[in-house]
Structure formats: structure tokens, C-alpha cells
């Protein structure tokens, strides 16, 4: 019994280490899609606006190492 409970405890905790780390990577990216979507309204083009959010998302990951 002892044993299940060990490995319930470890799937939980790994399971909370995703949910976190999904949810960082979510605030890192908003402002990258406010931006795509401000170039896309602008410009009307999807290729701009994918340009324009790759760029800020690589800028916001390396702001945050």
C-alpha cells in the first residue's frame, strides 16, 4: 500500500510542475499574441503577425534566462 502511495504522490507532484510550468509559459506569451494581434489588425496579414509574435515570444523566454 505504501508503495501506491509514494507513486500517486510523485504523479500529483509532477503533474503540479506541468500545470505551473504551463501556466508561465502562458503570461510569457500574452504579450506576444497582444502584439501578433495588433499586426494582424493592422497589416491584415497572418504571415506578419506569426513574424511578429515569434519574435516577441523569443525575446520574452530570453528576457526571462
Known amino acids: 500500500m505504501i508503495g501506491y502511495d ?5 504523479g500529483l507532484i509532477i503533474i503540479g510542475l506541468v500545470i505551473i510550468f ?3 509559459l ?3 506569451l500574452i504579450p506576444a499574441a497582444i502584439i501578433a494581434i495588433v ?3 493592422l497589416t491584415g496579414n497572418l504571415w ?3 513574424i511578429a509574435f515569434l ?3 523569443a525575446l520574452s ?4 534566462l
Open 22 to 24: 504551463l501556466i508561465r
Open 6 to 10: 509514494i507513486l500517486g504522490l510523485i
Open 61 to 64: 523566454i530570453l528576457k526571462k
Open 48 to 50: 506578419w503577425a506569426g
Open 55 to 57: 519574435v516577441i515570444a
Open 26 to 28: 502562458l503570461f510569457i
Open 39 to 41: 499586426v494582424w489588425l
